[in-house]
């Protein structure tokens, strides 16, 4: 098969398009199946509290209850992704070690099982519980002195901490004839999908414990559910309907457990009638993780001619309650805090810190994103302390083949980054006049939908920065990895017909779409004979997450081997040919406890944005003109579904550096409603957005496709705030650039 093969399977509109836009896709909250009861899950409020007694008798007795269920019911109350840290339920006689402590106002203690949603609302406001308040600890830096630990099993409020050692410190510093030193604030940022939290729990015809609901991994979804209802991994099933949107925000359990023990609990009682939860807005912000807050204290050396020659970094993460993904997270960050740049020597500690907070968790990019910010922002510093241009000293120091990463090891080959960085130099036109010849901009009215004073010409300053960055694609630090892929060749003499069983999720990026594709392409038929089966533990293998930029990439990999295999049993006339194959990447390492010595990721995405933007010196707004984004995506598979994602992750990475300012007080979030959280809205967004499709393959990605969802958002933060700088002569070491923030920080 050659590249040009996957050309040939192009498709006129996505495969999920039309029941989208026709209202016939089924959400988890659309899902009204006959018989529905409804389900209330009543959350904690407790950032920090001990249960003395939980009284749900009134409750139980409330018109049309049909069930209470609470932590004695479950039959191992305690789950997690990689640590099963967290109670189902917090509360009384489940034999799980602490499980009667809320250490956060998102743990939930009850679902409300009734006739009616409304039933269930008033029944669960019956529930009578005493709590004993216990300190909360909302600090990560009081929280690293150990004086109050928040998970007495573990030992310490430091989750995880990751050590890089390379080089001769002191010899990178004497090295040096310039050196920056910068502290860094990254705030909290909420997923804002689109459908909030819903699902339908029932038992299937098979007698199986069946949850359909949104996710990104069905079959961890199946685990993590069969582990905590103590059940055979084969007596549960998840399946996937329409997803409204993701982004990491739903890698962990929200509904899939409690939806999976009311359906059990209420069919050994004899009641076979299903249950459907949904949260409101309130609930979803409340109740599942956010972006990592951060907190970056770095300093970088380089020679007069620009050449890098140390770099130091702490780096903290405020991982919330539980556990989630922040190892994984943290991983990425100590790895990024150094940027996609060959540095001789480093030395970086990075922290998780376990608090009282909402928990931190996956987010598009990973980490990435808060490492990347400091990384950029001190190549920028540096560039204005050397008088340098900042393209200029970037592709005078980033990866190229076989650099070594700050972990000791050759990056793998594949290594783009400096043609990103020229790819985006040139399409924005750097060097050039940043006013372009544009005319005056109301900066306050771009930003605003109401009436206002029109922006003073005098008032606008103009600016232009850069910032690139890199990004693993697929899962890393030695994280078991694999995807599988089911290929059935129907007909007679000539294939007839093709089914792909394929569990990955279509979370709006298109995936299901570019999976058909390259199932035509692999098999060599139109891709009108290709039919899907998705997202159904019952059918499908498993696939691994829809996360880490990797489902393109890993799915492709085992369409082509699942076709391969079927297309020979095919040949020798085995028909249906049917094959079930698993692809399995390079392996990844661990980073070593001391030095940071490992091999992190098997491969890498690269990305680099130029911003032009205007502020208004005396309101404190900022309007984002343009922003250019080079992203190697290896090949295309689908030109459409690429630039729309590039588009939504600056939108998403925009409201990230510009307007999206979550405010937890006390381990509570105080304003978890849109009009308070707010996210750009059209008349925020860029003017305009340019997507510069680069194509290095990728040696191990199918037809040289290598994942890029996460990397757009990487940079657009810090060359957001380098662009600020060029138009104020002002650094912005904290975002969002609030308006009063600005104001405060300019001269």
């Not at 006689?93 to 609302?121: K, R």
Request: aromatic residues 8%.
């Amino acid at each position: 098969m050659t590249d040009d093969t996957i050309l040939r399977a192009r498709v006129t509109e996505r495969v999920d398009a039309r029941g989208k836009v026709t209202g016939e896709a089924l959400y988890p909250g659309d899902i009204t199946p006959p018989n529905l009861l409804f389900g209330r899950v009543l959350f904690s409020g407790q950032p920090h509290a001990r249960m003395l007694s939980m009284d749900i008798s009134a409750a139980e007795a409330a018109p049309g209850v049909v069930a209470v269920f609470t932590a004695k019911d479950v039959p191992v109350n305690g789950y997690g992704l990689g640590t099963p840290d967290q109670p189902v339920f917090v509360g009384l006689n489940s034999g799980q070690p602490y499980a009667d402590i809320s250490l956060w106002e998102g743990d939930h203690v009850a679902l409300v099982v009734a006739e009616t949603e409304s039933d269930a609302a008033r029944a669960a406001a019956l529930i009578r519980i005493e709590w004993e308040p216990l300190p909360i600890v909302t600090d990560v830096h009081e929280a690293m002195k150990d004086e109050l630990v928040l998970h007495p099993w573990h030992g310490s409020n430091i989750l995880k901490h990751y050590k890089i050692r390379k080089g001769d410190m002191d010899a990178g510093w004497a090295a040096a004839d310039v050196i920056i030193e910068g502290n860094y604030r990254l705030p909290y940022q909420e997923h804002a999908f689109l459908q909030p939290e819903a699902g339908v729990g029932t038992m299937d015809d098979q007698g199986r414990v069946t949850v359909e609901i949104a996710g990104q991994w069905a079959h961890e979804d199946q685990l993590q559910i069969a582990h905590s209802l103590n059940l055979p991994i084969d007596r549960v099933r998840v399946k996937y309907p329409a997803i409204g949107g993701a982004f990491g925000g739903r890698e962990d359990m929200s509904l899939q457990i409690v939806l999976g023990l009311a359906a059990m609990r209420l069919h050994e009682r004899g009641i076979d009638r299903p249950v459907r939860v949904i949260w409101s807005r309130e609930e979803s912000i409340i109740g599942h993780h956010k972006r990592h807050p951060a907190w970056v204290k770095t300093k970088w050396g380089a020679t007069k001619d620009g050449r890098l020659t140390a770099v130091e970094a702490e780096l903290i993460l405020d991982s919330g309650a539980y556990t989630y993904t922040s190892p994984k997270v943290l991983g990425n960050a100590n790895l990024m805090v150094a940027g996609p740049y060959e540095i001789p020597n480093a030395h970086i500690d990075s922290y998780a810190v376990t608090t009282n907070n909402v928990p931190g968790g996956a987010f598009r990019g990973f980490g990435g994103p808060q490492g990347a910010f400091a990384a950029e922002c001190q190549m920028n510093k540096l560039a204005e302390a050397l008088g340098m241009d900042p393209v200029e000293l970037r592709l005078k120091n980033v990866l190229r083949e076989g650099s070594l990463l700050t972990t000791q090891t050759p990056i793998p080959p594949g290594v783009s980054i400096a043609q990103v960085i020229e790819a985006a130099a040139q399409a924005a036109g750097w060097g050039t006049s940043r006013d372009m010849g544009r005319p005056m901009v109301d900066v306050y009215a771009q930003r605003s939908a109401f009436q206002s004073l029109p922006t003073q010409p005098g008032a606008i300053r103009r600016g232009r920065g850069i910032a690139c960055s890199f990004k693993n694609v697929g899962f890393s630090f030695g994280a078991p990895e694999k995807c599988e892929a089911i290929i059935e060749l129907h007909g007679h003499r000539e294939i007839e017909r093709v089914v792909l069983r394929h569990a990955g999720a279509e979370v709006g990026q298109g995936s299901h779409t570019a999976f058909k594709q390259m199932a035509a392409a692999a098999v060599g038929v139109p891709v009108e004979l290709v039919e899907l089966d998705m997202s159904d533990t019952a059918t499908s293998a498993d696939s691994g997450s829809v996360s880490a930029s990797r489902m393109t990439f890993m799915a492709g990999n085992s369409i082509r081997k699942a076709a391969e295999e079927a297309l020979a049993k095919w040949t020798d006339e085995d028909r249906p040919a049917i094959a079930h194959a698993t692809y399995r990447p390079p392996p990844t390492q661990p980073y070593d406890p001391e030095t940071g010595y490992s091999m992190p990721n098997f491969t890498y995405g690269y990305v680099a944005e130029v911003v032009d933007l205007a502020v208004d010196i005396e309101t404190g707004y900022i309007h984002v003109e343009r922003v250019v984004c080079a992203d190697d995506v290896g090949k295309v598979i689908n030109r459409t579904n690429v630039e729309g994602q590039i588009e939504g992750a600056v939108v998403q990475a925009f409201g990230y550096a510009l307007m999206e300012n979550l405010q937890v007080r006390d381990g509570r979030i105080i304003n978890p409603f849109f009009s308070q959280y707010l996210i750009p809205g059209i008349k925020d967004i860029p003017e305009k957005v340019d997507s510069v499709l680069v194509e290095v393959p990728d040696p191990l990605g199918p037809w040289g496709a290598r994942g890029m969802a996460e990397m757009p958002f990487m940079p657009l933060a810090p060359a957001i705030v380098a662009a600020f700088h060029d138009a104020t002569g002002v650094w912005m070491d904290e975002i969002p650039l609030l308006p009063w923030r600005v104001i405060e920080k300019l001269p």
